[in-house]
């Protein structure tokens, strides 16, 4: 298990690069006194734009930065990583043009799986997931090789193209990136051979949301822009506007982090607009896209923005959670990304508390292997909050690996 703090492998990376703070600092675009405090942690390193410039100028990946997968004691935590080998092998062996097994299950069983297992998908219930998904890629590829008509060939690959969207996920909330990145390309190549635009549009937002970020904002903005642009014209039914209007909430977050505010608070308002088009349905809609989901990331902007304490709280009040229950992970995200706000003011620290265990109620699997998460926990330990706090946060650092 991983027991060194966000602060410690900063100060360790930065000496092994032989670098003072001073000189870190200005590559980085942050004060002295800024990487300090990050460094004995009396600041949490929570903003993408921080962490991505740090690792620039250090010359490192983020995850070598915030770490990587850690496996504890808790079960909860470790055995998601289970299901990792699996679905590496199924996304490494098989391709389009070659298959890695011969046989497979009707395609309409196949079918049937990818909608049973989708709710798991955004329940974050990775081990379930997992027991299945691998296999059901490897058979669809089968039946994209050999299809049976047009018909099943366009079945087989919309299909194919939906578990490599949650393949991606899997990988990427469990600290896997690059199989995140492979299982985007996956979907890539089946949205390529089917040539729908709304098909490349969520490959678009996978491969995206799958990029390396270290130093790379600039591009992933772009990249998000020009896939929303192209799909933009095409976008004449739900199904459409809903990945369309992801791509538009993607291009808002990738706008803050690059820091150009006025950039984020446009897209964010043309998605809020398109949300208007859709039906405020999020557990029926493609990753939830509403004016739900629109105010859930208006709160993952306004923080990344750097937003804190009350002002958080006034983004939050605006969602309605109880249109969210459906969707496990939207809601843990929101609960996590307003705890990681309130933490950062000393006033509303013990309402942070409160709202990261309710993201980890929500989602178990992903809050306690949530790298931005461990950085928030680590740095509320490190303040000396009240004890019940204190007990509280301690538990909590147990479960998902914080030294405590």
Known sequence: ?????????????????????????????????????????????????????????????????????????????????????????????????????DRARPLSVLVREMARIEPLHQACDYSAVGKALPGIMEELHCHVAAPVDEASHQAALETLVDACVCATFTAKDLGYGDLAHLAALRAQEAARSLDDPVQLGKAAFVRIHSLPRTGAWDRTLAQAENAAGDLEPHATDPLGFQVLGMLELTAALSAAVAQDEARAQ????????????????????????????????????????????????????????????????????????????????????????????RAEDTAPQWIRNSPAVRGTVTYLLDRAITSAGGRELRGMAARIGVPH
């Open 1 to 101: 298990m991983d027991e060194i703090t966000i602060g410690a492998r900063l100060r360790t990376l930065r000496r092994w690069r032989d670098m003072t703070q001073v000189e870190v600092a200005g590559l980085a675009g942050v004060s002295p006194s800024f990487l300090s405090m990050v460094e004995t942690g009396h600041r949490p390193l929570d903003r993408r734009s921080h962490i991505a410039a740090l690792a620039s100028a250090l010359k490192v990946s983020e995850t070598d930065l915030v770490g990587g997968p850690h496996l504890g004691p808790d079960r909860l935590q470790s055995d998601p990583h289970r299901v990792i080998p699996a679905l590496r092998n199924a996304l490494q062996t098989s391709s389009v043009d070659d298959p890695a097994v």
């Open 266 to 357: 446009d897209w964010l308002d043309e998605a809020g607009r398109l949300a208007e088009r859709v039906p405020e349905v999020p557990d029926e809609s493609w990753m939830a896209f509403s004016a739900t989901n629109v105010g859930v990331w208006r709160v993952a902007v306004g923080v990344e923005r750097g937003y804190s304490g009350g002002a958080v709280l006034q983004l939050a009040e605006r969602v309605h959670e109880g249109k969210l229950v459906g969707k496990q992970g939207r809601r843990a995200a929101f609960f996590a990304d307003v705890g990681r706000g309130l933490a950062r003011e000393p006033r509303t620290q013990r309402d942070a508390i409160r709202w990261l265990r």
